[in-house]
């Protein structure tokens, strides 16, 4: 059924499905469930690392937790040795603006990236932007070994938080994706256009496939699974890079977007001005462009002649 080779008429790889997950199939075909993508109270959500841990057990689903720019709810969970499968994980936010998701191993791997590359580079807003640009995080991240996919790669809104939307406004070169090993194909907090052009790009580039609901609050968890056969970290984490995993889901409702985005805005406040200077840093630039090319166009006038 699922990771089957070449495309579907509507250009979205077969092991990719828009559909709710039937994780008790899922297990019964042999396959791991897990949400790649999910927040805690240890960033810009509410939800408690048990609370998240007490629910995945129950759905039967394994879980990575991202929190922002910080290993500390992977390395909670990790303490706690729940009964599901625990992908080491966090989100880290680049300098002009792309989120990359960042997969280790070994938790204490992780700990040691956070302390020796990220940590130090962190802002007065630390769930948002670190000091380290696109192209100097990945570089960092060569010394480790982990996955590095890339998150929400055309969103989020009119913000660079996607490397894809980055090289498509030529920020980025387009060799950046190739420093990738997989690529988030469906994100619970895109809309399916953009999640269906994210899939089609990941085949285009063969790089590996993701998913995940972005969740920060547990309505959220596993609704969108990253599968392999694998049940554990080392054997998921290959399955990934070798394209052998699969993807389903279905994206969160306009109203359930609304009501997260109320969520994060009140996690933001004690850093409202940081946040702002991170905002202006990050798209003035494409401002002073987008005035600079609307400037070029504009034909020129000619002296009349006297």
């Excluded at 001005?273 to 003035?284: F, K, L």
Aim: charged residues 25%; hydrophobic residues 35%.
């Amino acid at each position: 059924m699922f990771l089957e080779t070449g495309m579907k008429n509507d250009g979205v790889l077969q092991n990719v499905r828009f559909e709710r997950p039937m994780v008790e199939h899922i297990r019964k075909w042999g396959f791991h469930p897990v949400d790649m993508h999910f927040h805690t109270n240890h960033s810009d959500a509410y939800t408690k690392v048990r609370s998240a841990l007490s629910l995945a057990k129950k759905q039967g689903v394994g879980l990575a937790i991202t929190d922002h720019n910080t290993p500390s709810g992977a390395v909670e969970a990790h303490r706690m040795r729940p009964e599901v499968l625990l992908i080491p994980g966090m989100e880290v936010s680049a300098e002009d603006g792309p989120h990359i998701l960042l997969y280790f191993y070994d938790i204490a791997e992780m700990v040691e990236f956070y302390e020796r590359e990220v940590e130090g580079k962190k802002g007065k807003s630390p769930y948002m932007a670190t000091g380290l640009p696109t192209v100097d995080l990945l570089g960092c991240s060569d010394r480790y070994n982990c996955v590095r996919a890339a998150a929400h790669p055309y969103g989020y809104l009119v913000f660079n938080k996607g490397v894809a939307k980055c090289i498509e406004k030529q920020y980025l070169a387009e060799e950046t994706l190739s420093r990738f090993e997989a690529i988030e194909v469906i994100n619970g907090g895109m809309r399916r256009n953009l999640n269906r052009k994210a899939s089609n790009l990941a085949v285009r580039k063969g790089l590996g496939l993701v998913g995940g609901t972005d969740g920060h609050t547990l309505k959220d968890l596993g609704n969108i699974v990253t599968c392999a056969e694998s049940a554990d970290v080392e054997g998921f984490l290959n399955a990934v890079v070798h394209r052998q995993s699969f993807v389903v889901g279905r994206e969160k409702n306009l109203l359930d977007k609304s009501v997260t985005a109320a969520l994060l805005m009140t996690r933001y406040v004690p850093y409202t001005v940081p946040s702002i200077a991170v905002h202006y840093r990050q798209n003035m630039p494409r401002v002073q462009r987008f005035v600079q090319r609307r400037t070029s166009r504009r034909p020129k006038t000619r002296a009349k002649v006297k």
